[in-house]
Each structure stands twice: as C-alpha cells, then as structure tokens.
C-alpha cells in the first residue's frame, strides 16, 4: 500500500471520545465521520479531502474501545502515521483494515499542508515537499496481513462466520 | 530468564515456554463478555457459530434501561444471540444486571491465570484478579467469541510496589492520581501491583487501581493473589484455579514504590487523566454544578458506603445535582441493606440503576454548555461526559461528596476526620 497525499497535523493523547463522540453512535457511519475531531477542531472533518493523510503525535488513539478507526477511514483519510500508537486504538486499526503506521520523527517532520509520501508495508515515510525520508516500525506480519485481507469482519466472512452485510 | 505475572500468563496461554517484550501471540481465550454497544446497529455483524457458549457472559450495561428506540434494539438483538446460542450468563436488565467489570467481580467470572476479553477499554478492571484482562474492539470480541482465540502484543511491565495504608479519607483513587500525575501514560506497556501495602487495600480499592489503568494506556494491569482474593472468588466461584507470580528475577521496565501513607486527596484538573493531578486544596473553591459517584472505577460498595459517611446528616448544596450510580444491582443491594443508599438520598442524592450513565456521555447526568462536574468515574476528556464547553475534574467519591456538599472542589478531610 502506497499513498502520497497533503497531510493534517494534530499532536499528543488524540483519544478516541475526540475521535468519535458519544452524541454520533446512533448515526450511520458515514455521518459518524463527520464527527471527527467535533470538539477540538470544528469544521475539520468537512475539510479533509479523499486520500489525504493524518500526522499525530504520541498515543495517538487513547481512551475507549469505540471503532474510531472505522471514522478515520470512513471520512476518506488514506492512513494515520503518529509517533506512537495507542495498543487498543491499533487493534482497531487492524479490525477496521485502516493502515496506521508508528513512525518516530514524523510528527516535527511536516507542516500541515506539506505532501507525504508512504510505502505502508515498508514503513517508510520521506516529506515529499522537503525531502526529508524516515523510517517507522513495520506491522507485526499477521497483523500486516490482517489489514490487507480487509480487516476482521471480511475475513470471519469468507469464511462463513458471520453472516454478509445487511 | 524470569518473567512478570503477564507475561507468564501469555506463555501458558499461547503454549511457549517464555515470551518476551515485542512478541505477537496468538491465545485461547477463558471469557467473553459482551455489552449492548455491541448489539448497536451501527457495530453487531451476526455470528453464524460460536466456539463455546459456556465462555460467553453477556450483559447490558452503557445504555440501562434504554434511553433510545436504538438502544433498546441493541437489547433486542442482545437477546435473540442469547437466545440463538443458548447463552447462560446473562445479565439482563433487572435482578442481575450491572456493568460488565462488576459483574466479573460480583460472580467470580475472572480466575487468576485467565484470559478475558470485553471490548469496553475498563476491561483491564478484571486484572484485580490476576488474570490478563484487556478491552479490545468490538471485531476483537466477535472474532474471539467465534473461534476462543486472540492476539496480544506482549509489552514490557512496570512493577508498582504498595507500601503502607492509606490514611483516613485517602482512596485508592488518590493512589491512582498520584501515579498517573507523575508517571503518565504507560502505553505499550502492563502495570503490576505489589507489595506489602496490597494487604492493606480491599479487593474493591485495588479494582479501582486497575480499572482505572486503562487511563494509563496500560496492555493489562494485574495484582498478585494473597488469601483476600481467594476468599473473594471462592465465595463466588468454585472452580479451581492457581496463583500466578512473577518470578524472582522477572525483568521489569521500572519498579516504583508508593508509600500509601504518604497520600493526600487528590484531584485531576478538566481535559486528562494523566500528567494532571493537583492536590485537592489547589482547586479548593471551585464552583461545581454536578458531583457524580459511579462507574466501573468507583461504584462499588466501598464507594457508595464512603460516600454515605461524608454526606452522613448533612444536605447537598443547593445548585448542585449528585448523581450516585451503583456499579450493579449486586452493589445496588448490599448498599440499601447498609444503609448507605438512604443515607445518601435523605442528604439529596439522587440514585440512579446500574448503569455507565453519564461516564460516557450517554445518559443520567450529560453535562450542558459550560458546566462543570466533578466526578469519580474513569474520564474527564473534553466533551466526554456531555457539552464540549463543559468541564469535568476527576477525583475519589469522598471528595466527590463533600464538593458536593459545598458547591465547590472540597477536601474530604473536612468531614472525615
């Protein structure tokens, strides 16, 4: 999986309440998405255009178990690259199929609004607008091979588990 | 080399001799537990098989009794896989309902050396019982109830060594404040309690230690067993089981001491759990609008029966509302018949079922614009309990209620000793 995109840019303990606030989980999810960010960063989610990538800081994804990561893809971003990952955040990350990547460097790395560069597989990450190229941590290789297969639900489903989409 | 309690338990359970920091195991997983959040239309996927429906607790807990039309579908759909897979562990709403961390400990459903998963984040709560236990994603539980397997990320530990007691009107949610505001967060990484000073605490205080560490970030927290934990789960759940301790020469990240001795009351200031705790006298005068006791963290009946001493002949304040939420109806019970449910309602308390309430955000006290609450439950993120301009300071239930006695951030000091 390879992405270029402009990036957005927020910083440290983005928890998931943030992510996906309570007032949303009755709504489908593509109205959920439009939720992002709601309470730091009005307006934001109507923004964010399809393909691009979001940058954050440490622990990124902390608090509770909610599928926020289901919203950041939903809301069309291509991938998350952030200093740390939160442990449950990343599960979902890998449930949802949405590529989040652990990059150390890459959050002083970029303006909002500069243009990254991203081999997910490889876990490199180079600042297409300056240059600059670093290296994060690769997904563990089933989990990798988790979010290629489309994440959980796809798989349980090929394999007759859980019943198709309504 | 040794290993810590985790990290043995992730051995055993994924059939290796040793693990170490970094590895991705695959193991079999003891319990299951299941929430209406999970039967939400938005989240359920319908499970055509289970791999065993002994391993399945089922509860309703966020959104008790059903505020909306969708949250009564999820009970709906609750129900019928209950039914479908003839579920025996269900906690519906009424005699045996409560939140799903309490429930483990109201019925002994966590046996030391297990694995537990539920997909709320508090799940790490059930690690009193040294046990691994983690919150996962709803995917996570679906996959697990199917095939009784899971994935962990083994993570290095920090060792927390307890020394001490608490002194009169501190709690274990002072304990947690105090490593939380200067530890932070432990992502990656499992928290293990020990130390003389565990003897000290019940098993309810030291459940407060490890439901909260979810705020940590922490893979699982765990605690030793001693005789007080087997007397717990023996008087609960006959099935046997066998302690698991670290090794003498488990290699931890850090080993912390905290003198219980040496705390004093503490509170979280509104927006983080972590790297925010001030002593409660720096926020003293604080005007407050809502004092909330509740929660998988602080609703059991220690908290409720502590709660009832502070406020013990006295009367709410006027412009506040305290909303006191027994953890279950297990809790619920054992409070009225103490006592400590009537005491609260005469000072002005209101009492709400068992449920996650306004923890969450979801109902039975959702904060307004610019209103301000201080709570005992797991959370004070920004517009997590309700308006985004609303804002919520954390601390234990006594300084709850005697905050809410005055109207402002109040030391419990003041009527406990």
């Not at chain 1, 959050?107 to 490199?124: K, L, M, N, Q, S």
């Not at chain 2, 007080?228 to 301790?245: Q, Y």
């Amino acid at each position: 999986m390879n992405f270029k995109a402009r990036v957005w840019i927020v910083g440290d303990n983005i928890n998931t309440d943030l992510i996906l606030p309570n007032k949303a989980f009755y709504l489908t999810h593509e109205e959920q998405a439009q939720y992002v960010f709601h309470a730091n960063r009005p307006g934001w989610a109507q923004q964010v255009q399809k393909g691009d990538i979001l940058i954050g800081g440490h622990n990124f994804g902390m608090g509770s178990s909610r599928a926020a990561a289901r919203s950041l893809k939903n809301l069309g971003l291509a991938c998350l690259i952030a200093e740390s990952l939160n442990g449950l955040f990343l599960r979902n990350c890998v449930n949802f199929a949405f590529p989040a990547l652990e990059c150390p460097g890459v959050h002083a790395a970029f303006t909002e609004g500069e243009i990254a560069e991203v081999d997910f597989e490889a876990a490199t990450v180079r600042n297409a607008t300056r240059g600059a190229a670093l290296k994060g941590k690769p997904l563990p290789p089933s989990l990798m091979a988790l979010v290629q297969a489309g994440g959980v639900y796809q798989l349980l489903e090929q394999e007759g588990l859980i019943a198709p989409k309504a | 080399m040794g290993m810590t309690i985790a990290e043995k338990i992730l051995a055993a359970k994924s059939g290796r001799k040793a693990v170490v920091p970094g590895d991705v195991v695959t193991v079999d997983v003891d319990t299951v537990i299941l929430f209406d959040n999970n039967f939400m239309p938005t989240n359920w996927r319908d499970i055509l098989k289970i791999a065993d429906p002994e391993k399945i607790v089922v509860t309703f807990d966020h959104r008790v009794p059903a505020p909306t039309q969708q949250a009564a579908a999820a009970q709906v759909t609750g129900r019928a896989f209950v039914r479908k897979f003839g579920i025996k562990r269900f906690h519906d709403v009424g005699h045996n309902q409560g939140i799903s961390h309490q429930l483990v400990a109201d019925y002994g459903y966590a046996l030391p050396g297990s694995v537990l998963l539920c997909s709320d984040s508090h799940t790490c709560s059930a690690g009193v019982f040294n046990c691994l236990a983690r919150g996962v994603g709803g995917p996570d539980i679906i996959y697990a109830a199917i095939k009784g397997q899971t994935w962990f990320r083994c993570g290095e530990t920090v060792r927390y060594e307890l020394t001490g007691s608490l002194p009169e009107a501190v709690t274990a949610k002072d304990a947690f404040l105090q490593i939380a505001g200067v530890h932070g967060a432990h992502a990656t990484m499992n928290v293990e309690y020990g130390g003389p000073g565990v003897a000290s605490l019940s098993i309810n205080a030291r459940k407060t230690l490890t439901a909260m560490s979810a705020e940590l970030s922490a893979e699982f927290a765990t605690f030793e067993a001693d005789d007080a934990l087997a007397d717990w789960i023996r008087a609960r759940n006959p099935a046997p089981w066998s302690p698991v301790r670290p090794d003498a020469d488990a290699k931890y990240h850090a080993v912390r001491k905290v003198d219980l001795s040496a705390l004093a009351p503490l509170v979280a200031r509104p927006d983080s759990v972590v790297n925010n705790s001030q002593p409660v006298g720096e926020a003293a005068g604080t005007r407050i609008h809502q004092a909330y006791i509740g929660s998988c963290a602080n609703g059991t009946q220690d908290d409720i029966e502590l709660a009832a001493r502070v406020v013990k002949g006295r009367r709410v304040a006027s412009g506040v509302r305290f909303i006191v939420i027994p953890a279950s109806q297990v809790v619920y019970r054992d409070t009225l018949a103490s006592g400590a449910i009537q005491t609260l309602v005469e000072a002005g308390a209101m009492i709400a079922p068992p449920t996650c309430g306004a923890c969450g955000g979801g109902h039975m006290g959702v904060l307004g614009p610019e209103e301000v609450c201080i709570t005992s439950s797991t959370r004070n993120f920004k517009g997590r309990m309700g308006d985004p301009s609303s804002q919520v300071w954390m601390a234990s239930p006594a300084t709850v209620a005697a905050s809410a006695l005055t109207g402002t951030i109040t030391d419990p000091r003041d009527f406990l000793n």
